[in-house]
């Protein structure tokens, strides 16, 4: 109950936060990513839009212009630019962000089938210790191992990934079919997680009665299930952390779970 109230006075924080931010003198920026902030919060009839959208998208072709090969900042302008030709703002709604997720997994699996189960490139893994670090107030210290934990999942990970072709052309038409499926009265839907950990994981899904799913994701990669409509208790162990939420399923899904400590 505590975590809840932290989360929810957590998000409140950050709305509030966003709601008060000082935009008085908005209209003498020269900071790109200033006036993109105020596209992104002001209100749709803010008069300050008409004079703020063609003086920023300027800005950006500029930036575009002089610079250097090789400039990361380079896609993310044009990216926005596209965005602000088209839109008020370069904020992103839950039904585009959910539209580009779709997309990107309707293309990862028509490749699959193309290509066939070797575009997945999959090696067994052994059984890996897992070493988990605690703060401290020494760097060197802090990069110690206090506790090593043994992959007790490693067996099932790989019984669970190894799927014979059929199974696996079986698998990624269903998927695809359900990406496809656009009927809010179908009774499948399609769950998709994301690993950002170090660590190879099983996500347990269980349902009403014997509807169970396990579904095996490798470090820093994703899978995706077709599962029944209906509510399921998420479990999973990652990088020895136990994970547990319950989650109502009626409409596609996608969960992250992990960090990376990769920079």
């Known amino acids: 109950m505590k975590k809840l109230i932290l989360f929810f006075s957590t998000i409140l924080f950050i709305n509030l936060s966003a709601q008060s931010k000082d935009y008085s003198q908005i209209l003498k920026s020269k900071s790109i990513y200033e006036i993109n902030a105020f596209l992104r919060d002001a209100h749709p009839d803010d008069p300050r839009r008409s004079v703020l959208k063609p003086r920023v998208m300027g800005m950006m ?10 400039d990361p900042k380079v896609k993310q302008m044009q990216t926005w630019l596209a965005m602000l030709r088209s839109g008020t703002s370069t904020k992103i709604s839950f039904e585009q962000m959910n539209a580009a997720i779709k997309q990107k997994q309707i ?45 007790t999942e490693a067996s099932e990970f790989n019984s669970l990934m190894a799927e014979n072709p059929t199974e696996h052309k079986d698998k990624t038409v269903k998927i695809l079919n359900s990406l496809f499926d656009n ?29 169970k799913y396990r579904l095996p994701v490798p470090a820093h990669g994703d899978n995706s299930v ?33 960090s990376s400590a990769r920079k």
Not at 229 to 250: M, P, R
């Open 61 to 70: 072709k500029e930036y575009i212009q002089y610079a250097k090969p090789g």
């Open 107 to 151: 293309l990862k699996f028509q490749r699959e089938l193309q290509v066939g189960q070797s575009a997945v490139a999959y090696i067994p893994s052994s059984p890996q210790n897992v070493y988990v670090t605690t703060p401290s107030v020494s760097s060197s210290e802090s990069s110690k191992p206090i506790a090593t934990i043994p992959d």
């Open 183 to 211: 009927d809010p009265n179908t009774k499948e839907c399609i769950v998709m997680i994301e690993n950002k950990s170090d660590c190879n994981i099983i996500v347990r899904m269980d349902g009403i009665g014997t509807i």
């Open 226 to 258: 077709v599962v029944q409509k209906g509510d399921y208790l998420f479990t999973s162990i990652v990088c020895g952390a136990e994970y547990a939420s319950q989650k109502t399923i009626q409409k596609p899904l996608m969960v992250a779970l992990g």
